[in-house]
């Protein structure tokens, strides 16, 4: 009921320059920072399409990670007023962008959660709700509570890779059967793949067969 008030309330109509009918017109749509290419492997920014070679020393936790953007303005406006802001319609209007260049359709779509403690201080989890503006518009399922971040961490943010991952190691539990299943993990942004690569380890040990790890934007 609350996303038919919304798109009643804000018709899709273009993020920057308010032309009506789209969240981008086409030639706004054509200067976002669209992340293409990118390493299949990390979804990092590249100038083909191919895996590079940190992913091929070393292969991620996941299968394939795909982002739609760089982080780059005016993308990364988007994702704060959405992340800092509580700005919902940001979420609603970022799915409408990433729901037709989704790389697949897994059968399970679980957002990346957020601790309980921060979720009580910010009221809500942002992948959460660009997860369920996703499976609003492809009816792909996604499912909040199946992972839970059950040791608080400090905020990723000036960490080094190596403390990221020693930051989250253990920090997810899975709390329902994934055997057989294709899933996508999905975030925000996507910076070092540490968050995503931890959770794909808890999803590997609940069954899921095939893991992928998905973003709005990949920082450079």
């Given at each position: 009921?609350?996303?038919?008030?919304l798109?009643?309330l804000?018709?899709?109509?273009?993020?920057?320059?308010?032309?009506?009918?789209s969240?981008?017109?086409?030639?706004?749509?054509?200067?976002?920072?669209?992340?293409?290419?990118?390493?299949?492997?990390?979804?990092?920014?590249?100038i083909?399409?191919?895996?590079?070679?940190?992913?091929?020393?070393?292969?991620?936790?996941?299968?394939?990670?795909?982002?739609?953007?760089?982080?780059?303005?005016?993308v990364?406006?988007?994702?704060?007023?959405?992340?800092?802001?509580?700005?919902?319609?940001?979420?609603?209007?970022?799915?409408?962008?990433l729901?037709?260049r989704l790389?697949?359709?897994?059968?399970l779509?679980?957002?990346?959660?957020?601790?309980?403690?921060?979720?009580a201080?910010r009221?809500?989890?942002?992948?959460?709700?660009?997860?369920?503006?996703?499976?609003?518009?492809?009816?792909?399922?996604?499912?909040?509570?199946?992972?839970?971040?059950?040791?608080?961490?400090?905020?990723q943010?000036?960490?080094?890779?190596?403390?990221r991952?020693r930051?989250?190691?253990?920090?997810?539990?899975i709390?329902?059967?994934?055997?057989?299943?294709?899933?996508?993990?999905?975030?925000?942004?996507?910076?070092?793949g540490?968050?995503?690569?931890?959770?794909?380890?808890?999803c590997?040990?609940?069954?899921?067969?095939?893991?992928?790890?998905?973003?709005?934007?990949?920082?450079?």
């Amino acid at each position: 009921m609350v996303d038919g008030w919304l798109d009643a309330l804000f018709p899709a109509a273009c993020a920057w320059c308010d032309a009506p009918g789209s969240d981008a017109c086409p030639d706004c749509q054509a200067g976002l920072p669209w992340n293409d290419p990118a390493c299949p492997g990390c979804a990092r920014p590249q100038i083909h399409g191919e895996r590079c070679g940190h992913c091929a020393a070393k292969p991620p936790a996941y299968d394939s990670a795909w982002t739609a953007f760089r982080l780059e303005v005016p993308v990364q406006q988007g994702i704060h007023r959405l992340k800092y802001q509580g700005r919902f319609i940001e979420a609603a209007r970022l799915g409408r962008l990433l729901a037709p260049r989704l790389p697949s359709r897994p059968d399970l779509i679980l957002p990346v959660p957020l601790h309980r403690w921060r979720l009580a201080r910010r009221g809500y989890n942002q992948a959460g709700e660009l997860a369920r503006q996703l499976s609003r518009l492809t009816g792909i399922p996604s499912d909040p509570r199946a992972a839970v971040r059950h040791r608080p961490t400090p905020d990723q943010i000036g960490l080094s890779a190596v403390e990221r991952r020693r930051n989250l190691r253990g920090a997810f539990l899975i709390s329902r059967p994934l055997a057989g299943l294709h899933v996508a993990l999905l975030d925000d942004v996507m910076t070092t793949g540490a968050t995503l690569s931890e959770l794909a380890r808890a999803c590997r040990a609940a069954g899921a067969a095939r893991i992928e790890a998905w973003a709005v934007a990949r920082t450079a």
